[in-house]
């Protein structure tokens, strides 16, 4: 299986910047793409940004033009670059790897335990 381990979250005022990162690790996997995902209180979960192994990026619109999501393949380390940071980015953001389980062929997708982003006004 794979462990997600997330880092960089924190307290910033509005304007401000911040970097997330998320290393994966395991004995049995092979990671095709890794994302980010993020749920503020008393709302849905929702997709930012996802990467493929390829390179693919994909970007919730309102974070588009501020945020920036790159992959380091060789370490199984995602990054997500927060630009221009609103009171509305505030949630709890969660890393996100999907891959394929052992040699069933079948996809899967992990998660990490999620760490705090607070843009202050």
């Known amino acids: 299986q794979v462990q997600l381990v997330e880092s960089g979250g924190g307290l910033v005022q509005a304007g401000g910047s911040l970097r997330l990162s998320c290393a994966a690790s395991g004995s049995d996997f092979s990671i095709n793409a890794m994302g980010w995902h993020r749920q503020a209180p008393g709302k849905q979960r929702e997709l930012v940004a996802t990467?493929?192994?390829?390179?693919?990026?994909n970007y919730r619109d309102s974070v588009k033009g501020r945020f920036t999501i790159s992959i380091d393949n060789a370490n199984n380390t995602v990054y997500l670059q927060m630009n221009s940071l609103k009171p509305e980015d505030t949630a709890v953001y969660y890393c996100?790897?999907?891959?394929?389980?052992?040699?069933?062929?079948?996809?899967?997708?992990?998660w990490g335990q999620g760490t705090q982003v607070t843009v202050s006004s």
């Open positions: 996100v790897a999907r891959g394929i389980r052992g040699l069933s062929g079948i996809v899967y997708d992990y």
């Open positions: 990467i493929t192994s390829g390179g693919t990026r």
